[in-house]
């Protein structure tokens, strides 16, 4: 399965950015998906997912600043971050949830907020 994400670069704290991942047709319109993120010396963690009819759930670091969301037609995924802070700042990474149904990881996209 590819997995493309993209969209990341170097922002200001307070700022916005828009992250956004295509993937293989054949398995996603059925899938939950999510976006992870892995900072420096930390373990890789889930910060969003949406599920096939759209339900949303956020980890509570990023609740009410970002927003997952998927388009079934373009097989993609978005992830909309505004408000970023320093801590935001990581590799990320989109993948169904859970990630082993595709098997790996793609190219994640580097974030990072600058204070």
């Known amino acids: 399965v590819q997995l493309q994400a993209s969209g990341g670069g170097l922002v200001q704290a307070g700022g916005s950015l828009r992250l956004s991942c295509a993937a293989s047709k054949m398995i996603f319109s059925t899938k939950t998906w999510g976006w992870y993120r892995q900072a420096p010396g930390k373990e890789r963690e889930s910060v969003a997912s949406?599920?096939?009819?759209?339900?949303?759930n956020y980890s509570d670091s990023v609740k009410g600043r970002f927003t997952i969301s998927r388009d079934n037609t373009k097989s993609s995924v978005y992830l909309q971050m505004n408000s970023l802070k320093p801590d935001d700042t990581a590799v990320y990474y989109c993948?169904?949830?859970?990630?082993?149904?595709?098997?790996?990881w793609g190219q994640g996209t580097q974030v990072t907020v600058s204070s």
């Open positions: 949406i599920s096939s009819d759209g339900i949303t």
């Open positions: 993948n169904t949830i859970p990630w082993k149904i595709t098997g790996g």
